[in-house]
Every structure is written in structure tokens, then in C-alpha cells.
């Protein structure tokens, strides 16, 4: 197993030697995505300003307070608390999100299904996964909001992080078919089936 230091935008290959069980941490820029702006990219029609290519990403609706504009919050929003969301219900905008916008990294909590599998090994990507309740910790990574785009959908913009040592965070997909997820579910219900086998009982 092996830790990574990227700073974004990272190349195809850097993502293709991401492997389960590694783990990463990131430097310099993150994006924050969640349902609302994806809906208005990929069912709407809206473009972002910001040049994701290469780039992470991260399911977050942050709590954000309102400030003036300085060196310290260039985007006139202060960063209260960063927490991730669950990654699922976004499996349909994973390839939409890394062929049109060239995206590489995802990070999320809980994992993501076979589509993303099947974008990852045809693109070259990784899913980064941060555990739930950990989003006071994860909001000392973040240096300053940088730029917001999309902000009539406020918290569902889409954000510019300015990061530092965003991690370490675990490789839980990868662009080679690896999945924690599924091994861990196909453990739990190889278990199931032995403790139901032992009481008599079937599915």
C-alpha cells in the first residue's frame, strides 16, 4: 500500500496508480459538487466557469458564512463546516462528470456503484472515501473558499477549495475494478448465509 501526495490537476496515469487501499493526500485546489448543480450541468444545460480537468472533487453542501471580500476569504464566503454527503445518489453524473468536465478524483462518503467502476476503468479515476462524522477535521483542510459558481443554488454551489493537506484519505475504487464495497458486502452476505445455515433457516 502505498500514499500519494497530489496536487491537482493530475494526469491519467497519476489516477491509474491509485489502487485500493492506498491512501492520498491532496494539496492546493478541491471542487465541491453536489445534486443541485449536477442536476443543472447535466440536466439543464448550465456550464461552470471553473476548469475542472485533472481535477477532485468532493460531495459536500458546506456551512458557509457571508463576509467581506479579502485575502483570507477572496470569495467573500467563509468556510464553517466542510462535511461530506452520501455519495450514491450522484452515481449517474460520475461519467458525465469526467468526460465533459475531465474530473479524476472523487471523494464522498459510502462508495459508489458499477457505473463509477465502469467510468473509472474506462477513464482513469479513483473514489477517495471520508468517514462520516469526521467534517471537523475535514474542515481544517480547507484554506479558503477561492471562487463560487452557480451560488442561486447556495449551499448546492458549486465551490472552489483552497486546501491543504486534504488527508490522508483511503483509495476505495479504483480504475482496476477494485471496490471495498463490494468486498465488504460480499463478506457480509457470505456471513449471513453461514449464520442462517447454522440456525436451520433460508433466505
Not at 461530506?84 to 462508495?111: A, D, Y
Not at 475494478?177 to 453461514?194: F, L, M
Request: glycine fraction near 10%; hydrophobic fraction near 40%; proline fraction near 4%.
Amino acid at each position: 500500500m502505498t500514499h500519494h501526495v497530489l496536487e491537482p490537476p493530475v494526469t491519467e496515469a497519476q489516477a491509474r496508480a491509485l489502487k485500493v487501499g492506498d491512501t492520498v493526500t491532496l494539496e492546493k485546489t478541491l471542487f465541491g459538487v453536489r445534486d443541485a448543480n449536477l442536476i443543472a450541468m447535466f440536466d439543464r444545460g448550465r456550464k461552470t466557469i471553473f476548469d475542472m480537468k485533472g481535477h477532485a472533487v468532493v460531495h459536500t453542501a458546506p456551512n458557509v458564512r457571508k463576509v467581506p471580500s479579502s485575502n483570507e476569504c477572496p470569495s467573500g464566503y467563509e468556510a464553517m463546516c466542510v462535511g461530506t454527503t452520501t455519495s450514491q445518489r450522484m452515481e449517474r453524473f460520475t461519467r458525465p462528470l469526467m468526460e465533459r468536465e475531465g474530473v479524476r478524483i472523487i471523494i464522498g462518503k459510502g462508495g459508489m456503484g458499477q457505473g463509477t467502476l465502469d467510468a473509472f476503468r474506462d477513464i482513469g479515476g479513483a473514489y477517495l472515501a471520508v468517514i462520516g462524522g469526521a467534517a471537523a477535521l475535514q474542515t481544517t483542510w480547507i484554506e479558503s473558499i477561492e471562487e463560487v459558481d452557480m451560488d442561486d443554488l447556495n449551499p448546492e454551489s458549486i465551490w472552489r477549495f483552497r486546501i491543504k493537506g486534504f488527508g490522508p484519505l483511503l483509495v476505495t475504487m479504483d480504475s482496476h475494478g477494485g471496490s471495498t464495497y463490494d468486498r465488504v458486502q460480499g463478506d457480509a452476505k457470505s456471513r449471513r448465509a453461514a449464520i442462517l445455515a447454522s440456525l436451520g433457516a433460508s433466505d
